[in-house]
């Protein structure tokens, strides 16, 4: 059964600082990684996916990176704001049967002022 | 842009009770799912269904839960006697298509069981 961590668990920086969000899976047989983005209380906003077949897949201040072979996805944030302050997921699906999603724990993300 | 979305955002039950949470999903869109979450805890998968039909589901996902698409629009998770430990947030999403399309979320269910 496919695995998924995320490291750190929570992180805070000041704002304007570049960040790093750190995705592992164990298993590398995966169609794609999608990373998240969820507010306190409130629903999973799809931030980015990255095929498998792709190394890196950008949407404005984020960028996301795949490492299919050694089973890790980072997602960089540049020029952190405070309303980037969330929880951040990573997803991959499941290879067999209807493609369900295995999520990792997240990480907090706080920027401050 | 289209969007999945679940009604209510917040239900509270007693115990032993029935409910039914609502989810219409992107309308071109084939395969439905519901997690959830407990607070604190990871997003867990429940059933996947496709084809008016269970496709697949998760050993949480016993007899106290089904699923029903009673129209073309509406996805429905119905929790028949409810306990403490349902409490968590319920999340319904959909995929146009398998082998690696993005999934999209609903805003989410918050239930609480008293």
């Known amino acids: 059964k496919q695995e998924v961590t995320q490291i750190p668990a929570a992180l805070s920086v000041p704002e304007g600082e570049n960040l790093v969000l750190n995705c592992s899976f164990t298993?590398?047989?995966?169609?794609?990684l999608q990373w998240f983005r969820q507010d306190p209380g409130k629903g999973l906003t799809s931030l980015l996916l990255i095929q498998s077949s792709q190394r890196e897949q950008t949407s404005g201040r984020l960028n996301a990176s795949l490492d299919k072979s050694s089973g890790r996805s980072t997602l960089y944030i540049a020029a952190s704001q405070p309303g980037d302050s969330a929880t951040y997921l990573c997803?991959?699906?499941?290879?067999?049967?209807?493609?369900?999603?295995?999520f990792g724990t997240g990480t907090r993300l706080t920027v401050i002022p | 842009e289209p969007e999945v979305t679940q009604t209510p955002s917040h239900q509270v039950t007693q115990m032993g009770q029935e409910v039914i949470l609502r989810c219409v999903p992107i309308?071109?869109?084939?395969?439905f799912y519901w997690y959830r979450q407990i607070l604190g805890q990871k997003v867990e998968f429940l059933v996947s269904f496709y084809n008016n039909e269970i496709s697949e589901k998760s050993e949480i996902f016993d007899d106290q839960f089904s699923v029903e698409r009673p129209d073309g629009s509406n996805f429905t998770l119905k929790i028949r006697s409810t306990k403490l430990e349902d409490s968590a947030m319920y999340f319904c999403a959909s995929i146009r298509s398998l082998g690696g399309t993005e999934a999209f979320f609903g805003q989410g269910t918050r239930l609480t069981v008293v």
């Open positions: 997803a991959v699906p499941d290879q067999t049967g209807a493609n369900n999603l295995f």
């Open positions: 309308s071109n869109h084939l395969y």
């Open positions: 298993d590398s047989a995966i169609y794609n």
